[in-house]
C-alpha cells in the first residue's frame, strides 16, 4: 500500500527553526510536494522536490531523499503568521498525489 | 482573476438527496481534481479529469460522479448522500495532470443528516 507519515502536531517559539519530516512509501515517485494549510482555508502551494537535495526559498527550505524516502520542511525566523497545518504529499506512478494526514504547527510566542 | 470558485461554501443535505457541487477555474488549467479532508486523514482523491472530456477515478469515487463538459467547469454530483458524506471537498487544478502544482478553491463543507 501507499503510506505517508508525517507527525501530527509539533509546537515551537516565534523566532526559532523547525524542521516537519516526512516520510514515505509510494507506487513510483514523481515528486514530493509541501503546502501550507490554516485552520479554515485552502492548501496552498510551498515546495517542489523531485531530485535529492535542498530547495531554498526564502524562510522556507524542503529536503528530499529519495533512496531513504525521507523528506523534510524547514522553517526559519518563525512567525506567528506560520502557525498552520503543514501537508507533505508524493506523486505516484500514476501521477496522482498521495497525502499525508499533515502536521499542525503551533508557534508560541 | 478568481482563480477557482467554489459554491456552495457550506450545505446541509438530508441523506438521501442529491446534491452537485459546483467549481470552476478561470485559469485555462488542463487538469481538475475533487479531494474529501477529513479529520486525522490526508486529502483523498475523488475524481479527476486531465482534460476537457475526460475523467477518472480516484482513491475514493464510489458514490460521486464527476463530468468535464468544458475546460472550467468540473462539477461534483453526490446521487444519494449518506452521512459518511460528511467532510470538506476541495476542488483543484493544474497545469496539466503531471508534476505541476496544483491550486485549490476555498472548499465546501458538507454535512449529511
Given amino acids: 500500500g501507499q503510506n505517508i507519515d508525517q507527525p501530527t502536531e509539533m509546537t515551537a517559539t516565534e523566532g526559532a527553526i523547525v524542521q516537519i519530516n516526512c516520510t514515505y512509501q509510494t507506487s513510483g515517485f514523481n515528486g514530493l510536494f509541501w503546502y501550507q494549510q490554516h485552520a479554515g482555508e485552502a492548501p496552498t502551494f510551498l515546495s517542489y522536490n523531485v531530485l535529492d537535495g535542498l530547495e531554498e526559498k526564502g524562510r522556507f527550505s524542503s529536503f528530499l531523499s529519495r533512496s531513504k524516502g525521507y523528506s523534510y520542511l524547514l522553517l526559519k525566523e518563525l512567525q506567528m503568521k506560520d502557525s498552520a497545518s503543514y501537508l507533505c504529499a508524493v506523486m505516484d506512478s500514476n501521477y496522482q498525489l498521495i497525502w499525508g494526514a499533515g502536521t499542525k504547527l503551533i508557534i508560541k510566542p | ?113
Avoid at chain 2, 472530456?53 to 460522479?65: F, L, M, N
Avoid at chain 2, 446521487?79 to 491550486?103: D, H, I, K, L, R
Wanted: net charge neutral; aromatic share 8%.
Fill in chain 2, 1 to 113: 482573476t478568481a482563480g477557482i470558485t467554489q459554491a456552495p461554501t457550506s450545505q446541509i443535505l438530508a441523506a438521501g438527496r442529491s446534491m452537485t457541487l459546483r467549481c470552476t477555474q478561470d485559469m485555462r488549467h488542463n487538469a481538475m481534481y475533487w479531494y474529501r479532508q477529513d479529520l486525522g486523514l490526508g486529502l483523498r482523491l475523488i475524481h479527476y479529469s486531465n482534460t476537457a472530456g475526460t475523467t477518472g477515478k480516484g482513491e475514493v469515487p464510489d458514490g460521486y460522479s464527476v463530468s468535464r463538459a468544458n475546460t472550467d467547469d468540473f462539477p461534483l454530483t453526490l446521487a444519494s448522500a449518506v452521512p459518511s458524506q460528511t467532510s470538506v471537498y476541495f476542488c483543484a487544478s493544474s497545469v496539466s495532470g503531471t508534476n505541476n502544482e496544483q491550486f485549490f478553491g476555498p472548499g465546501t463543507r458538507l454535512t449529511v443528516l
